[in-house]
């Protein structure tokens, strides 16, 4: 087919060719003067004979797009072109509206991020190093106005204009509260015209970015630090005379009238940041991160709209075995199903819009757009999710479709926009064009007339043109000739026979599909020349080629191999005689069942049965009531916020990880129940969890509902920050430890007075009582809060303690404000004091045989819990340690070893005693009918070290089963067989692939450093200070 | 505290001993004693698999003379000990251990451990062991009578040697001094670096690790010439040090845990004929019949292990020493756990025997392997005529919590005090609380 550009103005001609000539000419601005003739131009375009497609769903065949001064005037069929209007022929071609990318820094400076090479060490910034009147936080950079550092740049936009945008939300990726962004389109004009809407949206993230503040390290620090700001900006409001002119909370209370997006960049994080979103009444705009697809009904539930980068990982090189053994299952399964997001997405009907940002290379966007196709987008969801979508998030009414009014950004395409094969040959922004790709906009290919006119001869011959490189010409032979063009000039050159040596060379230009130059032939002589079109080559029909259908692995809950394929659902249970050790009054009891009904312990005794239910053989083995263990630091993406002394605030809940393989190994040691505490880096630490391990479930459904809150405490070296020599952070000795705690608890009991004063509220004059919302006035905050609970037994503490005058200290601090200190974990002197802490009503959770380690335990001893439990305290064991937390048992029976501990009671100190401390002895902890079916099953005594949990259940749910875990083995086997086959076959298929990178696990600990967690293990600390 | 008479029961003896409150600077280390010495009515595990029920063990100048049922014991002034229903294991050997070396490891006054330098092969660990260390009586309450102590740091370590744990100095607890030589390999695994760390740099850290390797090549190349050169213009102490392996009276212990990292371990023994052991080797199951078909050791630093990777199979550190077992490969287990000290090194084989090791297997990992690796089995490590009479007896099972009990403890037939530290402030509290 021929395409020709038939324009009035002749002088135009090179329309195609020159796009940065035509740059710069949008409507000069009034107020900027002219040096020279300011030439005002009014320019009206219509481009006639496309496939218009006017938005997502609406195509109009043969249709005239009609652009005046920038602005789309008419798009339709049957449109009176007018008079002054340049005509653009786009027979064949197709107009898209262009697409818009929310998720842009285009034209921005980006911040220096400091390089955190972790130091635990290092004096702490305690405070923020932005000069002038802004917020006590760094990271809240909320007075950032994208608008005002846009610089429009033509390199980069090219890359976005290559790619089929136009237009794009920027803002600075940095910080945990990042201002405003602002809407431009990619014209390269002044910043003046591009800004469509200064405005647009206001960006939030968890990652603190080139803040240097020490505050908030950690994800819960983040998410506290979110709140608290929501919670400042309503009481700034009023502008409460103590703060003064604050300009960031100022700025953030003006950002609250726009959209706001969250970079989430995970599926979790996605959850976590709607969550604040649902506490403020604010819904985010998701910036998702590719792994979301993992978990689509909980994306789902959000009610989000989804960013959705299309960064799909490459393959690895995996050949080398010893390289791909370091190479998770859940990263080859991600690379594989990674593009299938957005298709995820779509299928879920969740809105979603689509970003070239995360690509290593804007330049990829089109090509993992289509990779995302072949994987089940489709292409009008696409289409959406490049222009109605986003421009209906933020509320524009300037771009998304090509619907009058709208600026002209459009682009024009040689065929459907997201077909392999299609080429963009025009962007055009602003009603300018930008030229992507024209070589083939007037396509050269078909049958011409060649006609060769010398002094002596003249000749005629056929030529077939093949494409913009190739063509052969039909004389005595069919000749292949050199051939090239680049839609203006041509070069042909040829032999005159097959064989020939010497060869006839000419030169010309395209006018309009007719072409004539000059030349020479065999012989030297010079010739004119000309070659008329003669006709279309009949196309070879596309053999096209069919791709084999997808085979794809599954999605696992959680998604790694030892994953569910659908999650579990309790059943019935009988297991039958089987030694069982109740931790009740009936001790321990030989050959009986418990039945398993609903989750619940349904009946404990001899001979039971149930219908329908399924039996397990219990004869020779031993079942005892779940492991709980007070003190672990699993399946929580942060653990320690240190960066001040006082950080209760921070809350576990927020950044649980249910995808932690260390709930599965622990499952595997018959854990049923982990209190998951905050770090040991500061005196008063963050708001604990209490979960299930309830493998598969979200952050959500791990939580052990209706247990009582707990926060930690932390006394001695780590709070004192004894491992740095620089020290800055107050405390630096156990008498300032003791110190920050009295401290707080008088803050927080003036605080409740204040509350209480400012809630009391007026009587009217009619004798009406009116209580006043007391956060009016006084700043509602979120670390005083939690204190607050405490004083009035709301929330109870485990407070990580060692020497025997921190914790009398401790606990003074605690009869003077009238709170108790629930439990002392670590505890390793608590034998000194047993007395004291029974006095106090305080319960113990200790290591077995930990010591020697750092100089607080050098006094610990193995005999710790013996004597604690024989003066009366309720003692636990707990593990601190994701490894030997699969052998609580074993380090219960310690104190058989050590200190003659009957057996029964050595159990209890892992199962019914951590139930008492932490409250929920009324649900778990014994055997006993009515309490939760969380149950182990052992092969052996479980206080022997020959014993291995056979069964682990959980509310009736078995969630760890040795002979299943077999077959999961033999399945991960063969899976990661199958993913590495296919790496290695890309390999071989000349798709490029990436070095074979470790995958690591982050395992978060209470810093305490002294032992080895394997090859791939990366210190939580490390990683979160990031 | 002497029992120069006929037939003192051990339980008897037990509880004089725990009544005796004192801090550990008067636990004495006991005498040499040359006399003969009884164990009798004894379960005798030797330490190679086999369980001898109900015999008795004559003891000689320190030294094992005899292992039989119904021996007869003389009335002369000799010590006898009556064992009935108790088990008696050999001394268990802590095969790689920082013991001595540091007293409290987050206080940098009390490590001496790490040396500056990448090569430092004549950096000696014995000479700054610390015979006085409360950890050392910890370990011997639990059953643990030698240990090798090891130097850490640069890439060539030092040497370690070999000490018993009853002793007044180092030069005394020297039970083969300078064992062997301690090389740590570099990590041979890809590994993202996110986060900037400064401890890994960016690049490729397998160009890098080789490069480490081959100047640790370079330097055994110069080392073994030096040791066939005749004469020496110069000494060279680093060279000096190493001569040991190049004969073999000394080992080169590696400290490895990849596959990539064991394999170059291998080709050392290769090209350089040394006996070569592997320390770490969490991944040593993976090439097991590789490392049996070598000849190489290895020494499982820590049983008591996650797993490597999240695919793993969640008990796969717990049933490594099975599959080395099965392979054939001379293994010992350890516990350089640095919370507990080492005091757990029989619980680490408990585990193994839960998962696949016989119990007799699993103490010969902590003993007669042990010793072979540490090149100190002609002298210890089974209870067999012969060898040193370092063993100790429990009350039930040594590798099982449940019922591991150790009342009594023999160095070269020296019966040693099991008073430690915790046992004294265990009974300075209950006196407190008046607890029995």
Redesign the interface.
Known sequence: MRKFFRLLSGRHAVIGLTATFLAGHLQAQTTFPVNGIAAEKQTTYAFTHATLIVRPGVTIQDATLLVKDGRIVAAGEKIQLPVQAMVVDCKGKYIYPSFIDLYSDYGLPVPERP????NFSAPAQLTSNQKGAYGWNQAIRSDISAAALFVVDDSKAKNFRDQGFGTVLTHQKDGIARGTGTLATLANEKENKVILKERAAAFYSFSKGSSTQSYPTSLMGSIALLRQSFIDGKWYASRPAKEGLNLSLQAWNNNQALPGFFEANDKWMAVRADRIGDEFSTQFIIKGGGNEYQRIADMKATGATFILPLNFPQAMDVEDP??A??V???DMKHWELAPTNPAAFEKAGIPFCLTAADLKDTKQFLASLRKAIEYGLTENKALEALTITPAAVIGTTDVGTLEPGKWANFLITSGPVFQEKTIIYQNWVQGEKYAVNESGWSAVNGLYTLTLTGAQQSASYLLEVKSATSARLFAKDTIDAKFSSDGKFVRISFPETKNGKKTTRLSGVNNDGSWQGTGEDTAGNKLLWTAVFKSDVAAKADSIKKKAPLSLGKIQFPF???GWDTLPVSTTILIRNATVWTNEGDGKIEGADVLVKDGKIAAVGKSLSAAGAQVIDGTGKHLTPGIIDEHSHIAAMSINEGAQSVTSEVRIADNLNPED??I??QL?GGVTSSHILHGSANTIGGQTQLIKLRWGSNPEALKFAGADPFIKFALG?NVKR??SSQNNRFPDSRMGVEEVLADAFTRARDYEAAIRAAGTGTTTGKGKKVTADPFATVRRDLELDALVEILNSKRFITCHSYVQSEITAAMRVGDRFGFRFNTFTHILEG??V??KMKAHGANAST?S???????EV??A???NA??MQ??GLNVAINSDD???AR?LN?EA??S????GMS?EDALKMVTLNPAKMLHVDNKVGSIKVGKDADLVLWSD?P??????AEKTIVDGIIYFDRTR?LAL?AA?SAE?SRLVQKMAGEKKGGVPTV???????IMQTCS?H?????????DGE??N?? | MTFSMKNIFGFLFYGLLSLSVAAQETVYPAPAYNGLLFIKNAVVHVGDGQVLDGVTIMIKGGKIEKIAKDLPIPMDDVKVFDVKGKHVYPGLILSSSVLGLVEVNAVRATADFNELGEFNPSIRSIVAYNSDSKVINTLRSNGILLAGVTPQGGLISGSSSVVQLDAWNWEDAGYKPDNGIHLNMPDLINRPNPFGDASNPPGDPLKRGMEQVDKMKAFFREAKAYAFEPAHASTNLKYEAVKGLFNKSQKLFVHADAVREMLVAVDFSKEFGMDVVIVGGSESFQIAPLLKANNIAVILSQMHSLPTATDDDVDQPYKTPAMLQQAGVLFAINDEDGQTRGRNLAFNAGTAAAYGLTKEQALQAITLNAARILGIADRTGSLEPGKDANFVVSEGDILDMRSSVITQAFIQGRLIDLTDKHKQLNERYKHKYSLK
């Not at chain 1, 058989?896 to 200190?899: A, D, G, R």
């Not at chain 1, 206080?943 to 291995?948: C, F, G, H, V």
């Not at chain 1, 002294?1010 to 990366?1018: A, Q």
């Open positions: 390089s955190r090479g972790f010893n390289d053994r370091f998770s299952l859940a790694n191999g030892y393989i260390n599965y190994r595997s070296e004894t491992s034998y000194k047993a007395d290591f045989d930990w010591w020697a380690y750092k100089m050098v006094d001893i193995p005999y013996g004597i024989q003066v994701a490894e030997m052998r074993q029976a310690k058989v070893k050590y200190s057996e005594n206080l022997s070290i020959y014993a291995k875990d083995r991960i990661r070095p074979a990178q470790a995958s690591m696990e305490e002294f032992h080895r967690h394997g090859l791939l293990v990366v490390q990683a200070n990031q």
